[in-house]
């Protein structure tokens, strides 16, 4: 049986902790579409941005760069409790206080944007999530080559490849398309875009209508 297909372009960046959350809430909401309609194919499309484009190639400070941008040490720590909270509802578990650098992300977008040219779906998945675990899980500094090479390798990439992408020159991961509201950001089959990390069943509703434009609901 030949799968109907539904494009979800998802719009991210990997300092932000909702875009791991929104990720979770929407893997959640596809296996709700799987169980519901078995003749969908969800084909997922990762656009990166850089939401902090400014940022040194090398990175900044972690905890200065959230001091000047919230103001005080109560502001941050109750930003970090809200998103933790968050993150514990989808089984995530983000150390704040381990990370110690805000990076600059336009290396690390290169090298996924690049990978998934010649990766299968499950191999990019792989590097997607390697990513996000190495800056939110294991406090690493993903602006530094040496550990975006260490990332790749580990999911599967050559030593060869790698390089050649990491050398490859840097392309604007500055996005147009979230009409300036931040990340993530979904847009379902171009009919519906839908801003921020919401919950599984608001993502699932979202393909239904989705489906429902392409006069394809059940």
Excluded at 24 to 37: D, E, G, K, T, Y
């Amino acid at each position: 049986m030949m799968k109907r297909q539904l494009p979800i372009d998802v719009f991210f960046d990997f300092i932000c902790p909702w875009c791991l959350i929104g990720k979770r809430q929407l893997q959640n909401a596809i296996q709700q579409l799987a169980h519901s309609h078995p003749d969908v194919e969800v084909l997922l499309r990762w656009r990166g941005v850089q939401l902090l484009p400014q940022i040194p190639i090398d990175g900044v400070p972690f905890e200065a760069f959230y001091l000047k941008r919230l103001g005080s040490v109560t502001a941050m720590r109750m930003r970090q409790a809200q998103v933790r909270q968050a993150a514990r509802a989808v089984d995530v578990d983000i150390d704040f206080e381990r990370i110690y650098r805000m990076p600059n992300t336009a290396k690390a977008h290169s090298l996924f944007v690049n990978a998934l040219k010649i990766s299968s779906p499950e191999q990019s998945e792989r590097l997607l999530e390697g990513l996000f675990s190495a800056y939110f899980h294991h406090s690493e500094n993903i602006s530094e080559s040496a550990v975006l090479r260490k990332i790749a390798m580990y999911c599967g990439y050559s030593e060869e490849t790698v390089n050649s992408i990491l050398a490859s020159p840097s392309i604007s991961f500055v996005s147009k398309d979230t009409g300036g509201k931040g990340v993530p950001y979904f847009v379902f089959d171009g009919s519906f875009a839908m801003a921020g990390a919401h919950p599984a069943d608001a993502l699932y509703k979202a393909m239904l209508d989705a489906l429902a434009v392409q006069g394809q609901a059940v």
